[in-house]
């Protein structure tokens, strides 16, 4: 059957940060140099950023290192030359977000009673974009309630808090306080700049293989890294969405704000998802599940026989975790599969999608080295109970995650 195939461009599948104008203020605290690898995971993602330094971070970090890194001049006096009396005004008009990293006491005291005395906090005052200040101190300093007092009138103005970590801090406390990860910080721009289309809406995901064993140092299970499904959970959880995801096995870091479940076997992960379907509103599995585990499992070690040259290991059927969530789901409830085909990815995946009572399948070949299991890359086309197919070339999961949540939500109406 001939379907008609709706594509994308991959420019519209970029991620948030593609493409976008950040100024990037940092402040006269030891954490700067965190600032320099945060601003590398900017320019990675393809932003062009504009770095502005108060007199006291240069103190930490040079002028240079932000100006190589960023290929841009770094804004730090307003007088240093002919351009800079409307240059803060012209950044801070194309501005699309500002983050502040390290932001010390002294220069959260300034914004939040509206002080302009150098570049930064002249800047600041002219950007009608989103705010992210991530406060970085002393223990004492960031509990002091002068401070505390600032950082709620810039959350009643709208700016954007980043709560500090925990831990052993420069000063020899240990304490809130300390600068997050660069990482940390980028995943919470991302989810400040993305639209809030699933917001209150809860998300259930499935991911990651699952494992069933043969003897207790021996499984049965398949190559699946479980990248696409946190990448889902991922962009849901940036998108406002109360995430839910059952992880099988796999070495990745669980998403910022995402609930996880952990499970190993098919039975597990069965119970998991059956027990959160309920409430959930988009269920999206997925996980790699191991179709036959063995019939008999081991409680010892299988040991090596040397008369014989094979073995045998009986197996029995899993449950279809998938077409028990169709048979159940209730009609406003949209379920979405992934099916890992080697061959007539079409004809298989309508099938699939018809026996187990989808809405949507993501269908793609696996084999190739930059798509499917373990790649950071995927490509796959959408087919929907309405008949529509939508086709999304090779592109990175976490940009191919955001593309599925709008063709899912444009389905839902």
């Known amino acids: 059957m001939d379907l008609p195939i709706q594509k994308i461009d ?3 599948g970029q991620e948030q940060i593609i493409g976008k104008n950040i100024l990037l203020g940092v402040t006269g605290g030891i954490a700067a140099y965190k600032s320099v690898e945060f601003l590398r995971l900017l320019k990675k993602a393809g932003a062009d950023v504009t770095v502005l330094m108060t007199g006291s971070a240069r103190h930490f970090v040079g002028k240079t290192t932000f100006e190589v890194l960023s290929e841009n001049a770094v804004l730090s006096d307003l007088f240093s030359d002919t351009e800079s009396s409307v240059k803060h005004i012209d950044i801070a008009t194309k501005a699309d977000a500002v983050v502040i990293a390290p932001a010390t006491a002294n220069i959260i005291g300034k914004f939040a009673n509206g002080i302009a005395d150098d570049a930064l906090t002249t800047t600041l005052m002219a950007v009608t974009c989103p705010v992210m200040i991530c406060p970085s101190m002393n223990t004492d300093m960031y509990q002091n309630i002068r401070v505390q007092r600032n950082l709620d009138i810039l959350e009643q103005d709208g700016w954007h808090i980043l709560d500090p970590d925990s831990g052993a801090l420069a000063c020899k406390t240990v304490g809130a306080g300390r600068l997050p990860d660069p990482w940390f910080i980028f995943d919470r721009l991302c989810a400040m700049l993305v639209k809030k289309d699933l917001k209150q809406k809860q998300v259930l995901i499935s991911a990651g293989p699952t494992i069933e064993a043969i003897d207790p140092v021996r499984f049965v299970s398949n190559h699946s890294s479980g990248k696409m499904g ?19 096995p796999v070495s990745l870091d669980t998403p910022v704000g995402v609930e996880k479940i952990d499970v190993l076997s098919c039975g597990q992960m069965a119970d998991q998802m059956l027990t959160h379907l309920k409430k959930a509103d988009i269920i999206i599995k997925v996980a790699a599940v191991a179709d036959y585990k063995p019939c008999d499992p081991k409680d010892k070690k299988i040991k090596k026989k040397d008369n014989s040259k094979e073995l045998s290991v009986a197996m029995t059927q899993n449950p279809d975790i998938l077409k028990q969530i169709g048979e159940k789901k209730r009609p406003d409830q949209f379920l979405v599969g992934f099916a890992a085909e080697t061959n007539d990815l079409e004809s298989n995946a309508l099938l699939k999608m018809k026996k187990k009572h989808l809405d949507m399948i ?12 373990k790649a950071d890359t995927n490509k796959v086309k959408l087919f929907s109970k309405d008949g529509s197919v939508f ?23």
């Open 10 to 12: 991959q420019k519209n």
């Open 230 to 248: 946190y990448a889902i959970a991922r962009a849901a959880e940036q998108r406002g969405a109360n995430v839910t995801l059952v992880s099988g």
């Open 362 to 373: 993501a269908a793609n070949l696996v084999g190739s080295s930059d798509s499917g299991f």
């Open 391 to 413: 086709d999304i070339p090779l592109m990175e999961k976490d940009k191919l995650a955001h593309i599925l949540i709008d063709q899912i939500l444009e389905k839902m109406g």
